[in-house]
Each structure stands twice: as structure tokens, then as C-alpha cells.
């Protein structure tokens, strides 16, 4: 797996303050402010998604899409649980994979094996099979809240 340790951390902050969300770094062996899954996993607090050295990419990307789905008034007040429904965390899915096109060295091949790595659980077995397969609906949720175009690009914007 890709650790923000040994990423482009420039382009990645870049990529996150587009979306107004600042990444913080964590020193090693601390525990990461904001984390819901705890040990190395990206964490979230207000508009700061923090992350450690050993911190994986797909962690980073994965909770910066929190951050970018939630409504406002969830950003609001976030620390630590982004919350969401079933829907917005396909949704999340889905942006993280178009997000990782965005970040050199790393693309949408990349992370859909680590989130099978990591374990994510999709009908269909592969976070890749999902993808090109079974996600119209997370297509469908990113484009009626207006963070992917109808051919799929991303916005940059926010869900308001």
C-alpha cells in the first residue's frame, strides 16, 4: 500500500484544499485526532483530515470524500464520525476511486486493490468489479449532488 509517508504530500494537500479540507500531519506514533478506525487510518475533525507517515493513501482519500459528501451542517459539527447512509458511503467509494486519477504516482487501479486489501466488502467481490459494474447508483448520487459531471468528472465542489 501507498503510505503518505512516501507519497507526493504537496500534490495530496493540494488535491484535499481544493476542497477547502487541510491535511495535517501526525507525528509517528502518535494517535491520529479524528480517526474512527484508529492505528493508522486518516482521521477527521472539522475542516482538518489528519494523517500519519504510515497512513495509507486509499485511508486519506477515503475520509477527504467524507468530508466532501457530507451536507453542510454535518461538516459543521464533524469530529470523527462522518455518519452517512448506505448510499453516501457508495458514493464516497466511488469519488475516492476518481479522486486517486488526480494524485501522481498513485490511480484508480491502485486504490480499488488496496480497498480489497483493506477489506472493503462489495457485491461483487472487487472494489474494480463494483466500479465498472454495479456503481450507477453512486454515479447517480455523486452527479445529483453535483460533485461529478454527466460524463463523470469531478467537480471540486462541495455537496450542499
Known amino acids: 500500500m501507498l503510505l503518505l509517508g512516501s507519497s507526493d504530500i504537496a500534490a495530496l ?31 477527521l475533525i472539522d475542516d482538518q483530515l489528519f494523517a500519519r507517515a504510515d497512513t495509507p493513501i486509499h485511508s ?24 452517512g447512509d448506505y448510499d453516501e458511503e457508495n458514493a464516497v467509494c466511488y469519488l475516492q476511486i476518481l479522486l486517486a486519477d488526480h494524485l501522481p504516482g498513485y490511480d484508480r487501479m491502485t486504490t480499488m ?19 465498472e459494474h454495479d456503481a450507477a447508483d453512486a454515479f447517480d448520487w455523486l452527479r445529483s449532488h453535483q460533485l461529478i459531471t454527466a460524463s463523470g468528472e469531478v467537480t471540486f465542489q462541495l455537496r450542499q
Open 113 to 131: 486493490s488496496e480497498m480489497d486489501q483493506w477489506g472493503y466488502s462489495f457485491r461483487l467481490g472487487s472494489a474494480r468489479s463494483w466500479f
Open 13 to 43: 494537500r493540494g488535491l484535499l484544499n481544493r476542497y477547502g479540507l487541510g491535511l495535517q500531519q501526525v507525528a509517528p506514533k502518535q494517535s491520529i485526532p479524528g480517526s474512527h478506525w484508529g492505528d493508522e487510518e486518516a482521521g
Open 60 to 83: 486519506v482519500l477515503h475520509e477527504g470524500c467524507h468530508y466532501v459528501c457530507m451536507d453542510a451542517n454535518r461538516r459543521s459539527a464533524l469530529d470523527t464520525d462522518a455518519g
